[in-house]
């Protein structure tokens, strides 16, 4: 798979998503002013990922419709939120004409993004780059944009979990496929692509990019939270047991 | 320290040393090669030690110490450490025998009675790995070594302890939950194990004032064979996941 072509696939793939899902949901995500991770839904002030953003500059690469990054703008952090599906953006930029949250959007993938080197402290991903970008592009990327010393947080789904899924329908107890030769996945009915490495993969690409390996959080579903009502090929039963989701934190020396 | 698991160690060891470790001793210590793991797998095909002439190495848990003498062989400087005296007596007869001389300490790798920034390279094999308290030995390991020391170690993968029943084969079910992993004794067994899961290895390498190097994921290659005496998986289920792993860490 050529990232040109996963980046126009999933360009559509969101854009149906987005008139399914992320357009009509978005009024609540951006009303929200909690910050947790992932569907597991564990709180930051548990994990401390982030620390105090404010005054910090952050971009996030695959911001879909923004929600995430406009929560961090109201911690008082300068945000630029970066994504490359045009109806994503439209929506963001109607929630910030609704809320007067403010800040810019940059219609770009993860793997080549128009902004200056070293001009952030932040670079975030949550189910963006992170899982539908190639990780041999963003990765460089993620470490170009930023200033030294500053952090790569990113979430997406486990290793553990794609080896778990069957082709069609929710995620199994059995292991599906191979552990080894993880890459990009299209599911069948499915249009987007995924891209997944192992971990000793995604070690060995943040180290050769010249990241140091900071932390990675195996996600526990909390007891409070509940499957997913879009993306619910996960139990939350699963997600108790095992890590759905995964937060690797990275930092540029 | 987990004094009981030192001893339910030394306990299991001392019979699989019976069982298996010295009837196999001379074979493995007259290797020339260096091999990883149950299938066998050359360094030489996955290059994780590198040259180790003229490096002071402590192996954690050595056993029978034939990974310290394939060292040896290649101008390093071991020393061995080990809880078990019947593993060490079956080291110090291989010794004797080959020829190949370097010093053996009685000690759990909780605590090793060596002196602190002593080492390049601290390794364990299937060792202080997996049988030793990862809190104190992770500790014990940044004690001994010198600043831009290594930390190397293989132990079990984390889909070997999901999958694995409770008596038997490793299958591809998952058995038992990820989170809360940590200390286990199986049905049956007298030895107790520690398995952490990736993000815990991180975060306790990480506190221990160790940089991440690299995980190897080790896959058997296509003419690897079934395990012999450690049986605890096929063949065919170490081809398409990690059945063993290996992190490589380097002390700042």
């Not at chain 2, 290059?47 to 990974?67: M, Q, R, S």
């Not at chain 2, 296509?222 to 081809?239: C, L, Q, S």
Request: with cysteine; net charge negative; aromatic share 10%.
């Amino acid at each position: 798979m050529k990232s040109a072509d996963s980046v126009a696939a999933n360009i559509a793939a969101w854009t149906r998503r987005n008139a399914e899902y992320t357009d009509p949901s978005a009024a609540r995500a951006w009303a929200s002013t909690e910050l947790s991770w992932g569907k597991a839904g564990v709180p930051e002030a548990e994990l401390d990922v982030l620390g105090d953003v404010s005054g910090l500059d952050i971009v996030e690469l695959g911001c879909g419709t923004a929600f995430g990054t406009a929560r961090l703008a109201r911690l008082g952090a300068r945000v630029v939120g970066v994504d490359p599906t045009p109806a994503q953006l439209e929506t963001a930029r109607r929630m910030q004409a609704e809320t007067g949250i403010e800040f810019p959007l940059v219609e770009a993938p993860g793997e080549a993004v128009p902004l200056p080197d070293a001009s952030f402290d932040l670079v975030i991903s949550e189910h963006g780059a992170a899982a539908w970008a190639d990780p041999e592009r963003w990765l460089p990327e993620a470490y170009r944009l930023l200033r030294p010393g500053g952090r790569l947080v990113f979430l997406h789904t486990s290793p553990l979990a794609y080896c778990c899924f069957p082709a069609v329908g929710q995620i199994t107890e059995q292991l599906q496929r191979p552990y080894f030769g993880l890459d990009a996945v299209v599911w069948p009915g499915d249009d987007g692509v995924e891209y997944q490495l192992t971990h000793a993969e995604w070690i060995s690409l943040l180290r050769e990019t010249g990241f140091l390996v900071e932390r990675l959080i195996e996600l526990q579903a909390t007891e409070s939270a509940v499957t997913h009502e879009y993306y619910n090929d996960v139990p939350v039963e699963w997600a108790r047991q095992w890590p759905e989701e995964e937060i690797w934190v990275a930092s540029k020396p | 320290m987990n004094e009981d698991s030192i001893k339910a160690n030394i306990v299991q060891w001392t019979k699989s040393n019976a069982d298996f470790t010295d009837p196999s001793a001379q074979r493995h210590w007259a290797s020339e090669e260096i091999f990883w793991g149950v299938f066998s797998i050359p360094e030489d095909d996955i290059d994780v030690i590198g040259d180790v002439n003229g490096l002071d190495v402590v192996e954690l848990g050595c056993g029978t110490a034939y990974f310290s003498a394939w060292l040896a062989k290649r101008g390093a400087r071991p020393v061995g450490v080990d809880p078990t005296p019947a593993q060490l007596a079956t080291a110090r007869r291989m010794q004797a025998e080959t020829g190949i001389e370097f010093p053996l300490v009685e000690a759990a790798a909780e605590s090793v009675p060596l002196p602190d920034a002593s080492f390049d390279l601290a390794l364990s094999e299937y060792g202080a790995s997996l049988w030793a308290d990862p809190e104190q030995w992770v500790r014990e390991a940044a004690r001994l070594l010198r600043p831009g020391g290594r930390l190397i170690f293989l132990t079990n993968s984390i889909l070997v302890y999901l999958c694995a029943p409770d008596i038997g084969v490793t299958t591809e079910q998952l058995q038992r939950p990820l989170f809360g992993m940590g200390r286990i004794q199986w049905p049956g067994e007298v030895g107790i194990e520690y398995h952490l899961p990736h993000g815990r290895w991180i975060g306790l390498l990480r506190d221990n004032g160790f940089a991440i190097e690299a995980l190897h994921e080790l896959r058997a290659h296509e003419d690897a064979v079934d395990p012999g005496y450690y049986d605890f998986v096929t063949v065919e289920w170490g081809r398409k996941w990690p059945a063993e792993e290996i992190w490589v860490a380097r002390k700042l």
